[in-house]
């Protein structure tokens, strides 16, 4: 079995203007960014609660009183998404599992879930698609830039060729079950609805904005 990985988070200070912008309208730039705060705090909660070697924030801006105790804080690099991916994994220098701010519905049994299947023998990655066709979560055993440099980031495509990059370098992989990011206002709601007791739900009904009633499965 490998090592158990570390556990990145990569992220954007919660700031108006800068955070969840694709929420707005119907939110404000200060509503986005105070939505973007309660995912960032559900994710690093889940993130502190998960044993883990290190748990570092890679961090686009200053840290804020929403940061735990026990969460190392590196800033991100410079450069597209995919550089900065791949400088972050390069950071640790060694196994890694990495997610954003994006899924407040992760729980510490998932990423320890994400974490046991990544130190499994025969498995080199652990992917987990987004609803939206990205990925939420990435975790490379020995991680390589070319694992990531070059994959096109932020399209509908991004999760299949990540996939596809980790198949073509012979990785062996485990698929983690897919969830849904927080983009606009109905990945907010329908989240919300089925995660009722996170923070983020707290916040996005303070706000003003109900969760409709779900209707389906939304992990």
């Known amino acids: 079995m490998s090592p158990l990985a570390s556990l990145l988070v990569i992220a954007k200070a919660p700031r108006a ?7 707005c309208p119907p939110c404000t730039p200060e509503e986005a960014a105070s939505l973007a705060e309660a995912a960032l705090s559900d994710t690093l909660a889940a993130v502190a609660m998960t044993p883990s070697p290190r748990r ?10 929403w940061l735990p105790a026990g969460i190392e804080v590196v800033p991100q690099g410079h450069g597209g ?5 791949a400088a972050a994994f390069a950071a640790v220098g060694g196994p ?3 997610i954003g701010m994006d899924t407040p519905q992760v729980g510490s049994a998932l990423l320890g879930e994400a974490l046991a299947a990544l130190a ?5 990655a652990v992917l987990g698609m987004a609803v939206d066709g990205g990925w939420w979560a990435l975790g490379l055993n020995d991680p390589d830039p070319d694992d990531l440099l070059g994959v096109p980031m932020s399209t509908p495509q991004t999760g299949a060729a990540q996939l596809a990059r ?3 370098r012979r ?8 969830l849904r990011d927080v983009d606009r206002i109905d990945d907010a709601r329908e989240v919300a609805a089925f995660h ?14 109900a969760a409709r009633r779900p209707t389906r499965s939304s992990a």
Not at 171 to 178: A, E, I, K, Y
Not at 196 to 209: E, I, K, Q
């Open 96 to 98: 890694a599992l990495l």
């Open 120 to 124: 499994r023998d025969g498995i080199d």
């Open 81 to 85: 998404l995919d550089v900065r991916l």
């Open 17 to 23: 203007g800068r955070s969840k912008t694709r929420l």
């Open 196 to 209: 009722p007791h996170t923070g983020f739900a707290a916040r996005l009904d303070a706000l003003g904005y």
């Open 171 to 178: 990785r062996g992989v485990h698929r983690l079950p897919s």
């Open 56 to 65: 570092i924030l890679v961090l686009d801006g200053p840290p804020g009183p």
């Open 166 to 168: 980790l198949l073509a």
